[in-house]
Nanobody
């Protein structure tokens, strides 16, 4: 089993910053790929950023490139998302996802991510 726990959400004004954290415990096979996703009310969950263990290149949604930075601390099995220049359209529930190599996960296909946390709310006011 794999447990995923997010933290760090909150409310900020437009242009502000937040840092999200995610810890993953359990089967190490599902710590190979880790990613951040978000879901706004009435919308589908969408990929924000993902990264592979071992220093692989990160993948970002076009809407957050240049503003968000994903990183991970493999020794602590922790994933981070540093969010700068936040906009009201960044508002939503942010989820951390975990996947193994054989899941072939991509940022654009949430069905390939088998493990999720309960989410942390990010609210950006104008």
């Amino acid at each position: 089993q794999v447990q995923v726990v997010e933290s760090g959400g909150g409310s900020v004004q437009s242009g502000g910053s937040l840092r999200l954290s995610c810890t993953i415990s359990g089967n190490s096979a599902y710590k190979v790929f880790m990613g951040w996703f978000r879901q706004a009310p009435g919308k589908e969950r969408e990929g924000v950023a993902a990264i592979r263990a071992g220093g692989g290149a990160a993948d970002y949604a076009n809407s957050v490139k240049g503003r968000f930075t994903i990183s991970r601390d493999n020794s602590e099995n922790t994933l981070y998302l540093q969010m700068e220049g936040l906009k009201p359209e960044d508002t939503g529930m942010y989820y951390c996802g975990a996947a193994s190599s054989w899941d072939c996960p991509t940022l654009g296909n949430t069905a390939r991510w088998p493990y999720w946390g309960q989410g942390t709310q990010v609210t950006v006011s104008s």
